[in-house]
């Protein structure tokens, strides 16, 4: 519990030191996050930071393509066409199931590397490591 302590204290002073390389900074205290709390094997960590990374890599580059293809047309929806919607609601759509299946075959190769109960814990410390850092950025930001 200590450790977990530490490592949000981390996180939040981290944070605080401003904008710079913070993407390289938030992924540090993610994976120091996630150590801890998946308290993993040295034979577990050779095999599972592998599998994680090549999936956050996979989710990034989704999340791009989303916001290239989609999001950064969504604010001129005024000027396009019905059949131009109807296009860009199908390649959200299909983002969307391209990512579900990335989930699930990530879900499938991890619990394979880790225990289906480590498994869990890390989607749910995933969770938690993303609420901490809405919620710093909330109170850096004067708490709105």
């Excluded at 999936?55 to 290239?68: A, D, F, G, I």
């Excluded at 047309?73 to 109807?86: C, H, M, P, R, T």
Aim: zero cysteines; proline letters at 1%; aromatic letters at 10%.
């Amino acid at each position: 519990m200590n450790r977990i302590v530490l490592t949000l204290f981390l996180l939040f002073a981290l944070m605080s030191f401003g904008q710079d390389k913070s993407k390289e900074k938030i992924k540090a205290l993610k994976v120091a996050f996630l150590t801890e709390q998946l308290e993993l094997t040295s034979k577990e960590a050779q095999e599972f930071w592998p599998v994680y990374n090549e999936y956050e890599e996979k989710r990034h580059e989704l999340r791009k393509k989303q916001w290239v293809e989609i999001r950064s047309k969504l604010k001129e929806l005024n000027g396009i066409s019905e059949a131009e919607s109807q296009k860009l609601l199908k390649a959200y759509m299909d983002i969307e199931e391209e990512e579900e299946k990335l989930d699930n075959a990530f879900l499938r190769e991890v619990s394979k590397v880790i225990s289906a109960k480590k498994t869990l814990i890390l989607m749910r410390s995933e969770e938690d490591f993303k609420r901490q850092l809405i919620k710093q950025y909330r109170h850096n930001k004067g708490g709105r």
